[in-house]
């Protein structure tokens, strides 16, 4: 497939990349001494300066190869955003550690499938799991816990008021038994004297994917990997300055979106993070105000969270300059009003774990188009293949097939699964599993995920069709449609819809809109309102989590 999306690019931004093999510790030394007084991290008013947060990673690594870890182990972390998690993750790449990053919402069984499966020795978790952690070191290859508090980094009154205002929320470390404070191994080490220098082809880290589809696989990421994807993005938010941008730190950074676009870039280019452990829209737009923040890298929920907050017209967001959106398809309404707020472009794009995760974005002062995901980012090559066949190339202009992405953000594979990796990777190339089509400038549009298509009376459906149609409908904040069985046509179209506060409607209601917007066979058989929707832990609603929920309701009913 020609490159036709370079035509396309903001005139700014350059087709190639040479890309500077600087493994991320070694980005931060450099950011330290470029800009040692900027501020690194704003955590609840708290500030840390980029010299003071090279040192606190320098101690952490004196730390963990004094507790025996060797290049090439593995440390875990179970953490939200908190400046111990950036420390955590830093730390352990400077002492040439992989890092293997957890969501401190999975259960035991999840957590124990995943420390097994990396062969994490350490975890560095939230106090209030290092209990749960403590036990499960049983079943697991871990010795040794590094139990972090909320309360370490708060200013003072906050500090002191944290455990009355908090209950539940505050713990203190069981003594001995391998279970080490945070704050105490930073007081005791210092700074590491010589630092391990990680190749460009070691892996950095793990991230595991949702598991949404069976049991969750660990992704390799390398230093390369994470090194590059902070350079592309860079390249492509063309008009931001080092040392002066503020980025809202809301995507959790053990996820490959918040952890490449808000952690990684800030620390390369000398932003200020403002972290946020727990989003929601009024700690968002809180920041933004009282920060200036000019860059927020989010998930539409948290865009849609932001406009329809009732208070909204209380905080001035202006302060902000670009926006990034991934993770899900972007209503358009939302496009429109959040830009209206801010004067800011968001830039829609895509990725997977497995890529970074960024690989496509739409142009930042250039063309964009609403709904679709954008260019391919430089270095990085984009092409179509027959769903059932890789070798059959697609090159007609709107036709769909399956997106493969090439390009020094692809992952180094699976760990522990060489037919899953091969089978992912061919060539260099990386099969997404997502479904997309490009127009005659180049812009791709996913239109599905391979395995989410609806088959209806030998129709071949595409659930996003019919959720972009109930998103514009006013009285909807979100909708996602599925496919359930069907003893006449093989599988109906339900849709699962939450309307906005205050509002009503029937099935019945919105089965006519529908009928007014799709053609028959995309027009849902059943509407079913909910509350909510099943979110991944970035906001990104599980079409494949809806499914099996709607599965097992259907046995109940007719078991």
């Known amino acids: 497939m020609d490159k036709i999306w370079l035509k396309s690019y903001a005139p700014e931004v350059p087709a190639h990349l040479d890309i500077e093999k600087i493994s991320p510790p070694e980005a931060l030394t450099r950011t330290a001494k470029r800009y040692p007084d900027k501020t690194a991290l704003i955590f609840q008013g708290t500030k840390i300066t980029f010299q003071k947060l090279d040192d606190m990673v320098s101690r952490f690594a004196s730390a963990m190869i004094d507790m025996g870890i060797k290049p090439g182990d593995t440390v875990a972390t179970l953490l939200p955003n908190i400046v111990q998690m950036v420390v955590a993750i830093y730390g352990a790449m400077r002492a040439g550690a992989v890092v293997a990053l957890n969501n401190p919402l999975y259960t035991d069984r999840e957590l124990e499938h995943q420390f ?175 920060y200036k923040a000019t860059y927020i890298p989010a998930v539409p929920t948290l865009y849609n969270g932001m406009i329809n907050f009732p208070e909204l017209k209380k905080y001035d967001i202006s302060s902000i300059r670009g926006c990034f959106s991934g993770g899900a398809p972007l209503p358009m309404e939302t496009i429109r009003k ?123 459906i595409y659930p996003r069709d019919v959720d972009e149609v109930l998103f514009a409908h006013p009285k909807i904040v979100e909708a996602c449609a599925i496919g359930v069985p069907d003893a006449y046509s093989g599988e109906r179209i339900k849709a699962y819809v939450v309307l906005k506060p205050g509002e009503t409607a029937t099935p019945i209601e919105l089965i006519d809109y529908c009928k007014e917007n799709l053609v028959k066979y995309k027009v849902p058989k059943y509407i079913e309102f909910v509350s909510e929707l099943p979110k991944s832990a970035v906001g990104k609603i599980l079409r494949k989590e809806l499914k099996r929920i709607d599965r097992e309701k259907s046995q109940k009913s007719n078991g």
């Not at 191994?185 to 949702?210: C, F, I, V």
């Open 338 to 460: 959040f830009e209206n707020l801010t004067g800011a472009q968001i830039c829609e794009g895509f990725g997977l774990t497995e890529t970074t995760p960024v690989a496509t974005i739409n142009p930042l002062g250039g063309k964009r188009k609403p709904g679709t995901i954008g260019l391919p980012i430089p270095n990085t090559e984009a092409k179509l293949v027959d769903v059932d066949d890789y070798n059959k190339e697609i090159t007609a202009i709107n036709q769909p097939g399956e997106l493969c992405i090439k390009g020094p953000q692809v992952m180094k594979g699976y760990i522990n699964r060489p037919e899953e990796t091969e089978a992912a990777l061919r060539d260099g190339w990386l099969l997404t599993g997502d479904i997309a089509v490009m127009d005659e400038e180049g812009y791709f549009s996913i239109v599905d995920r391979k395995k989410d298509m609806i088959i209806s009376g030998g129709f071949n």
């Open 116 to 290: 097994n499966d990396s062969g994490s020795k350490l975890l560095v978790c939230l106090d209030v799991l290092t209990p749960r952690m403590s036990a499960l070191r049983q079943t697991t290859q871990i010795a040794k816990i590094v139990s972090c508090h909320i309360r370490d980094f708060l200013p003072f009154p906050l500090k002191q008021l944290f455990p009355y205002v908090r209950k539940g929320m505050h713990l203190n470390t069981p003594k001995g038994n391998d279970i080490f404070e945070f704050t105490d191994l930073l007081k005791k080490y210092s700074p590491t004297k010589n630092p391990h220098r990680s190749k460009w082809e070691d892996t950095a880290l793990l991230l595991y994917t949702g598991g949404t589809t069976g049991v969750s696989k660990g992704v390799q990421l390398t230093h390369g990997n994470l090194s590059s994807n902070v350079q592309q993005c860079r390249a492509w938010f063309h008009s931001f300055d080092d040392g002066v941008e503020t980025v809202v730190g809301c995507l959790p950074f053990f996820h490959s979106f918040g952890l490449t676009t808000a952690m990684n870039m800030a620390i390369y280019y000398g932003y200020a993070d403002i972290l946020i452990p727990k989003p929601e829209p009024k700690v968002i737009l809180e920041a933004i105000q009282k």
